[in-house]
């Protein structure tokens, strides 16, 4: 089993930057993958963003490309996000996701292949 935690997300205002983290415990040294989505209130839960170990391959939804950087301390087991000049529509609960599977580049970005999940942490954009 591989447990995950997500740090506190907040408020922030339009423009400005936030970053998450999500740490794992348990069988952390056998995730593959990890990545984050969210879920916006009466939406479905969307990727955002992930990060595959064995060659490093980092994937962002279009949404945040150029404004998200997804890393990843392996040392701490953590992954992190960096979100950069924050939307009112980035407005959401964010969920840290995990997998020991190996993930393909087109599974990557599909919430059905991961199968550890964090609490999820809220992030409200707004002045």
């Known amino acids: 089993q591989v447990q995950l935690v997500e740090s506190a997300g907040g408020l922030v205002q339009p423009g400005g930057s936030l970053r998450l983290s999500c740490e794992a415990s348990?069988?952390?040294?056998?995730?593959?993958?990890m990545g984050w989505f969210r879920q916006a209130p009466g939406k479905e839960r969307e990727f955002v963003a992930t990060?595959?170990?064995?060659?490093?391959?980092?994937v962002y939804a279009g949404s945040v490309k150029g404004r998200a950087t997804i890393s990843r301390d392996n040392v701490k087991n953590t992954l992190y996000l960096q979100m950069n000049s924050l939307k009112s529509e980035d407005t959401a609960a964010y969920y840290c996701?995990?997998?020991?599977?190996?993930?393909?580049?087109?599974?990557?970005?599909?919430?059905?292949?991961?199968?550890?999940w964090g609490q999820g942490t809220q992030v409200t954009v707004s002045a």
């Open positions: 996701a995990a997998t020991t599977k190996s993930l393909i580049l087109s599974s990557m970005g599909r919430k059905e292949h991961y199968d550890y």
């Open positions: 348990g069988r952390a040294s056998q995730i593959s993958t």
């Open positions: 990060f595959r170990r064995g060659d490093n391959k980092k």
